[in-house]
């Protein structure tokens, strides 16, 4: 069966600091990888998504990049972070390519708050 | 452009029924799912309408109207675990980028 673990679940940054988040999905293969954001009070956010090794598409601009060094790993970084960076950040997986359908499954989340 | 609209928070008592309802305004669909997501957790999937009309499944059932944009969600029985937050998501097709609305926040109290 698939899985998806991201990593880490809580950090707490100061304002500047470099960040990474890591995720990664086992049990398939050239899956469809996304980040998504949601900040207090609202909705989910896309922030990257890729649907290939070393190919990434970015949605907001930002001070955020993303990338997908292997075909199951997926990376979200930061040189510097801003106070408005907080959230809860999601990493997902999807099985189906452009025109086809499929429920998005969700890592378990990285609550990152930036002081 | 995207648009999808739902409640911001819905309130209902337990054992009740409650419709969650979504209205959408896409550049492309092809069909709409529905989550759900307790606090501080991940959204799981509990629906997605392709085609016009109610879908059941238990105590949940899901309904899409494409020429209208609109769909719900209808929770039966409610109990105090469904209270979480319900997420409407347009799947455009295409390159299959899926688009969230901001959430409803449902709150069932005895």
């Known amino acids: 069966s698939q899985t998806i673990h991201q990593w880490p679940a809580t950090l707490v940054q100061p304002v500047g600091s470099p960040l990474s988040l890591e995720c990664t999905v086992e049990?398939?293969?050239?899956?469809?990888l996304y980040w998504y954001r949601q900040a207090a009070g609202r909705g989910l956010q896309l922030l990257f998504y890729s649907v290939g090794i070393g190919q990434i598409s970015s949605e907001v601009p930002q001070n955020l990049s993303a990338s997908r060094p292997q075909d199951r790993q997926f990376i979200l970084s930061s040189k510097k972070l801003l106070l408005s960076d907080s959230g809860f950040y999601l990493c997902?997986?999807?099985?189906?390519?452009?025109?086809?359908?499929?429920?998005?499954?969700f890592g378990e989340g990285s609550r990152l708050t930036v002081l | 452009g995207q648009n999808i609209d739902q409640p911001t928070e819905m309130t209902a008592t337990e054992g009740a029924i409650v419709q969650i309802n979504c209205t959408y305004q896409?550049?492309?669909?092809?069909?709409l799912f529905w989550y759900q997501q307790h606090a501080g957790e991940a959204p799981t999937f509990l629906s997605y309408n392709v085609l016009d009309g109610l879908e059941e499944k238990g105590r949940f059932s899901s309904f899409l109207s494409r020429s209208k944009g609109y769909s719900y969600l209808l929770l039966k029985e409610l109990q105090m675990k469904d209270s979480a937050s319900y997420l409407c998501?347009?799947?455009?097709?295409?390159?299959?980028?899926?688009?969230f609305g901001r959430g409803t926040s449902l709150i069932v109290h005895p």
């Open positions: 997902a997986w999807t099985g189906l390519a452009g025109g086809s359908t499929g429920e998005l499954f």
């Open positions: 896409t550049s492309g669909f092809n069909g």
């Open positions: 998501a347009v799947d455009p097709g295409g390159s299959y980028i899926p688009t």
């Open positions: 049990g398939t293969s050239n899956p469809n």
